[in-house]
């Protein structure tokens, strides 16, 4: 009966206060409040973006070693094939430790084949050929050699040097060495028949000398008692 009461009571000061049955009077009530939420939402500021999830950090990259003077059999140990070992790689006979750009020199990087070892020649040419991944960079076009400078002085700049390759100079003393037996054997050689063919030849000059010599004495008193 309360609840009853109440609600005629809600609906006389309805009419009363608003001119309006109770049913428009509440379907207006609900439609300003869908207005009202709509328009809040164009002008309220934009929600936060949710929180990316906590990434593990990376591992820092240890400091180069450095290596001295190794040969180009021991800088193919360091082409990236081994994750312990850093990634190195050789510019005009200078190693750098390009370990912080692994995904490009790398197992499966772009220039992976120029890892662990000097590839002056194909970095000058740029050239992804076998016969080029050497140090030699002998008969290269100024072009060529301008663009070779061009990759020593951005690996200057971006990575640490930290050895250089030995070069191959025992292999040239063993064949000047034995250039000199090959070039004293034929020397000792010349000498002899040298020797052997000067008294031969002197002997033959000598020969026709003294035949004439006995010919013109004896012939000189032939003709003396004649006249």
């Not at 109770?22 to 936060?48: D, K, Q, R």
Request: negative net charge; aromatic residues 8%.
């Amino acid at each position: 009966m309360a609840v009853a009461e109440l609600w005629e009571t809600l609906k006389q000061a309805i009419v009363a206060y608003t001119g309006l049955s109770p049913a428009a009077f509440f379907t207006a009530v609900a439609v300003a409040a869908a207005l009202y939420h709509v328009v809040s939402g164009l002008f309220a500021p934009p929600s936060p973006p949710p929180r990316p999830r906590d990434e593990p950090e990376a591992e820092p990259l240890p400091p180069p070693v450095q290596l001295g003077e190794v040969s180009e059999e021991e800088l193919r140990q360091y082409d990236g094939s081994d994750p312990k070992k850093p990634l190195l790689m050789a510019i005009k006979g200078q190693i750098y430790d390009v370990t912080q750009s692994r995904m490009f020199y790398g197992p499966g990087g772009p220039y992976a084949l120029f890892a662990g070892k000097d590839a002056s020649r194909a970095l000058a040419k740029m050239s992804f050929e076998p016969q080029d991944l050497t140090g030699d960079i002998s008969g290269l076009g100024p072009f060529e050699l301008d663009a070779l400078l061009d990759w020593e002085y951005k690996f200057m700049g971006k990575y640490v040097k930290v050895g250089t390759v030995k070069k191959t100079a025992p292999v040239e003393d063993g064949n000047t060495s034995t250039s000199p037996e090959t070039n004293e054997a034929p020397s000792a050689a010349e000498p002899e028949p040298e020797t052997e063919k000067t008294p031969a030849s002197s002997a033959a000059e000598r020969e026709p000398e003294p035949e004439k010599t006995p010919a013109t004495s004896a012939a000189e008193p032939e003709k003396t008692p004649a006249t």
